[in-house]
């Protein structure tokens, strides 16, 4: 179900942690919320299919997102998960076209969705926007670079280490923890690994005193994860 995106403080709350929206003033920001509307998704609702014609670009409100490309024999592979904040086919605004890509939901996901042309006719007239936009874009170039450095010269074990050290907690000289916002089936999409491999991760990790339940993870030795 989708409705106009109403300019109440909280949706503006979280469209403002957009990359888009974060170096606009009030009036350049009015003008590009204008060009959308608030779209709701259950949990593995597809959004897009890769082929369709790319009409809109979207903001990530709530929720989490799945980019991917299907092959003819039906192997998906992953490209990315968008979280809060994150935006994904900005680029149609210059390049057009089709999706190059499919997406999909992985949670109840509230989506701001962009009309690509309207956008398009605001950069004359507002040419922050598309200097935001272009900043966002360069944004995920880095991401992109940083996650195929890291698919190349990382294992399992390392590239699980990363994030770990990346987005936990410090709790002491040597203890940190942190709780995944998501199941972990998606943190391995968004690692790039397989579910099993995650596990065979984790169970390395044991060894550098990573404590894993549930969602709920311990490190109770930060320079032993740090080494690995």
């Known amino acids: 179900m989708n409705r106009m995106l109403m300019?109440?403080?909280?949706?503006?709350?979280?469209l403002s942690r957009a990359g888009i929206f974060a170096e606009l003033n009030g009036a350049e920001a009015e003008a590009l919320r204008a060009c959308s509307t608030v779209i709701s998704f259950a949990s593995h609702d597809l959004i897009f299919q890769e082929g369709e014609p790319g009409?809109?670009?979207?903001?990530?409100?709530?929720?989490?997102v799945r980019l991917f490309r299907?092959?003819?024999?039906?192997?998906?592979?992953d490209?990315?998960?968008?979280?809060p904040g994150d935006s994904f086919a900005e680029c149609l605004i210059q390049a057009g076209g089709t999706y190059r890509y499919g997406a999909q939901s992985m949670d109840n996901t509230v989506l701001a969705r962009f009309h690509i042309g309207k956008v398009r006719a605001l950069l004359a007239e507002h040419p922050q926007i598309g200097t935001a936009i272009m900043h966002s874009l360069s944004l995920h170039l880095l991401d992109t670079l940083e996650c195929l450095a890291n698919d190349r010269m990382q294992t399992a074990p390392q590239r699980v280490a990363h994030y770990l050290l990346s987005h936990c907690v410090e709790e002491g000289p040597a203890m940190a923890s942190l709780?995944?916002?998501f199941p972990k089936n998606l943190l391995a999409r968004k690692l790039g690994l397989a579910p099993e491999a995650l596990s065979r991760a984790f169970s390395t990790l044991k060894s550098a005193g990573v404590t894993v339940r549930g969602r709920f993870i311990a490190i109770s030795d930060v320079d032993t994860l740090k080494k690995i």
């Open 70 to 77: 299907l092959n003819g024999e039906g192997r998906e592979a």
């Open 55 to 64: 009409v809109y670009f979207y903001s990530v409100l709530e929720g989490y």
């Open 7 to 14: 300019p109440n403080s909280r949706e503006r709350t979280l």
């Open 179 to 181: 709780r995944l916002p």
């Open 79 to 83: 490209i990315r998960i968008c979280e």
